[in-house]
């Protein structure tokens, strides 16, 4: 873990904070610092953790993703997203293929993420 300082200034700050048992202070300072350092607080719910969750990019270009630009209109954002998700859709994956199944799930996703990052960022839902 590249993160070290939450957990220092937790356990300065836990035996400054509880001068009646500095023992217990740096012990409850540590454990808020090292939640501060694994990101608990950063309010990343339901993002994947580990190496998924390294494996993509933190903030895609969700135009990018559906091949459009910034000043595409909506209905052309719309038509975009419709074209590529019955393109990568799982279910159009025949057979017991699971790899290709695998894979069109996880463009899918990108697709459905992207979409719903341009509608929150133009104010629709």
Same mark, same amino acid.
Request: net charge positive; hydrophobic share 40%.
């Given at each position: 873990?590249?993160?070290?300082?939450?957990?220092?200034?937790?356990?300065?700050?836990?035996?400054?904070?509880?001068?009646?048992?500095?023992?217990?202070g740096?012990?409850v300072?540590?454990?808020?610092?090292?939640?501060?350092?694994?990101?608990?607080?950063?309010? /990343?719910r339901?993002?994947?953790?580990? @190496? #998924?969750a390294?494996?993509?990019?933190? %903030?895609?270009? *969700?135009?990018? +993703?559906? $091949?459009?630009?910034?000043? /595409?209109?909506?209905?052309?954002?719309? @038509? #975009?997203?419709?074209?590529?998700?019955? %393109?990568?859709? *799982?279910?159009? +994956?025949? $057979?017991?293929?699971?790899?290709?199944?695998?894979?069109?799930?996880? @463009? #899918?996703?990108?697709?459905?993420r992207?979409?719903?990052r341009?509608?929150?960022?133009? $104010?629709?839902?």
């Open positions: 873990m590249n993160r070290w300082y939450g957990k220092l200034i937790g356990v300065v700050l836990g035996i400054a904070l509880l001068r009646f048992n500095p023992l217990f740096a012990l300072g540590l454990l808020i610092g090292h939640a501060f350092d694994s990101g608990w607080f950063s309010g /990343a339901g993002r994947p953790k580990g @190496r #998924a390294d494996e993509r990019a933190p %903030r895609e270009d *969700p135009y990018a +993703v559906l $091949g459009v630009g910034p000043e /595409a209109s909506d209905a052309e954002i719309e @038509r #975009a997203y419709r074209r590529l998700i019955s %393109r990568h859709h *799982p279910d159009r +994956v025949g $057979g017991d293929a699971s790899e290709p199944r695998r894979q069109a799930a996880t @463009r #899918a996703g990108e697709i459905n992207a979409y719903k341009i509608k929150t960022l133009r $104010g629709r839902r």
